[in-house]
């Protein structure tokens, strides 16, 4: 049953299908996106177009759109997040302080204290969960959950609620993190903090993203904004010029993929985009000649316990540095080294395994799925241009396509 919100909603969406029918006809005949929003990983000009689609009643968005709010309503309920909140002290005695934990070391067997822990690849040691990682990636889902509900629904509570969430974990004195990753992926007995720790922050490009999609709300002020870009400018230092970002700067797998998409979309937030196309313009290019074979295998990620997992997970960083480098006049979609090197070639290399038609031929700890890949396939169909890379996205989703977020997010232009 429909809820008094949920259901002047769907009158409103009626009612407002027959007015910019009208609007049109008297009018250019053309529908208006609205204002573009900044956005860096998504493309702000599809997704004001796929908005104004909804808000005329388009039916095409109407399974993504309930299931979108309905997810927004289960996120008004969680929350606020902080970093404060864990029950462990980091080495500096600073609660704010990020901390998190190997999630593939184990206590060692062959010790009474169980020090110093021992790597098992693959394997999720459960204390790994009890850190801050776990808290951020929860933060993080449901900030993007409520944006881009209220993006898409212009319903103000959503925008209220992630305001509430940003500014626990960014702004608030009281529950702040501090803009530094020195005691990511700890590993006892060992270390206090590594620099694959910053892959747990991989996805804050998605996070300001969101942030971006409420800027036309009053709950998300100027005071806030700049706020928030302060943070991120003491971020950005941060990972630039401490020991364990440059370290991951110089990683040649996922680590470093991931790092420079949120280096590069940080320092784009920021508004600096000078930073943003040095790393492109140099580490990007040199990622793909040292990370992507000319047949388009990934042996890095191959080497791993969970390849087809890995192949996935660093393709979508690739496809996620091509996005920025856009917004810089790089454009890595279309790059290709002398003997074939290319995003595009590693995309292709997965889809005769992903979509059956040959068997995966590497070990894996898990039996491959390759649901993973949706995203990735649903991005590059948009950017290529490529209908079976769509096909493959509906068969891989199943019955869950058409109301997965990225019909609004990603949508395919008719």
């Not at 299908?17 to 053309?30: I, K």
């Not at 208006?32 to 909804?54: M, N």
């Not at 388009?58 to 979108?68: E, G, S, Y």
């Not at 320092?267 to 047949?295: K, N, S, Y």
Request: neutral net charge.
């Amino acid at each position: 049953m429909l809820d008094r919100y949920h259901l002047c909603f769907v009158l409103l969406v009626c009612l407002t299908t027959g007015a910019v029918a009208r609007a049109q006809s008297s009018a250019s005949g053309s529908q208006t996106a609205g204002p573009t929003p900044r956005v860096f990983l998504l493309d702000g000009t599809a997704i004001a177009e796929a908005r104004a689609a909804v808000m005329s009643g388009d039916k095409r968005f109407l399974p993504a759109v309930q299931q979108l709010r309905s997810e927004a309503d289960a996120a008004m309920n969680q929350g606020p997040f902080s970093v404060v909140s864990k029950p462990q002290t980091p080495p500096s005695g600073d609660k704010h302080d990020y901390m998190s934990q190997g999630p593939y070391w184990w206590p060692n067997p062959d010790t009474d204290d169980g020090l110093p822990y021992v790597n098992r690849d693959g394997q999720v040691n459960p204390e790994s969960r009890e850190f801050d990682n776990g808290t951020k990636g929860r933060m993080e889902a449901a900030v993007k959950t409520l944006a881009q509900a209220y993006y898409f629904t212009d319903h103000p509570p959503y925008a209220e609620r992630a305001a509430l969430l940003l500014r626990t974990w960014f702004l608030d004195p009281a529950t702040r993190m501090n803009p530094h990753l020195e005691f990511g992926q700890r590993i006892p007995g060992r270390t206090t903090g590594r620099s694959t720790g910053t892959i747990e922050m991989r996805t804050l490009p998605e996070l300001l993203d969101a942030v971006g999609l409420l800027a036309e709300s009053k709950a998300w002020t100027a005071t806030d904004q700049e706020a928030l870009t302060v943070w991120f400018r003491e971020y950005l230092q941060w990972l630039v010029e401490s020991s364990h970002g440059k370290s991951a700067a110089r990683a040649r797998n996922n680590i470093g993929t991931w790092f420079d998409v949120q280096t590069v979309g940080v320092a784009l937030f920021v508004g600096r985009d000078e930073i943003a196309r040095d790393i492109l313009q140099t580490r990007g290019l040199q990622r793909i000649a040292a990370q992507i074979e000319p047949d388009g295998r990934q042996p890095r990620e191959l080497a791993r316990t969970r390849p087809s997992g890995y192949s996935s997970m660093n393709l979508r960083a690739f496809l996620s540095l091509a996005r920025l480098g856009d917004h810089v006049e790089v454009d890595l979609w279309n790059h290709r080294t002398d003997d074939g090197r290319s995003i595009r070639a590693a995309l292709d290399y997965l889809v005769p395994y992903a979509d059956g038609s040959q068997p995966w031929p590497h070990k894996d700890m898990h039996r491959p799925t390759w649901t993973a890949l949706v995203p990735a396939l649903r991005i590059a169909a948009h950017q290529y241009q490529h209908p079976p890379y769509e096909e493959l996205a509906k068969q891989l989703a199943g019955d869950r396509f058409t109301q997965d977020r990225m019909q609004l997010l990603h949508p395919m232009r008719e």
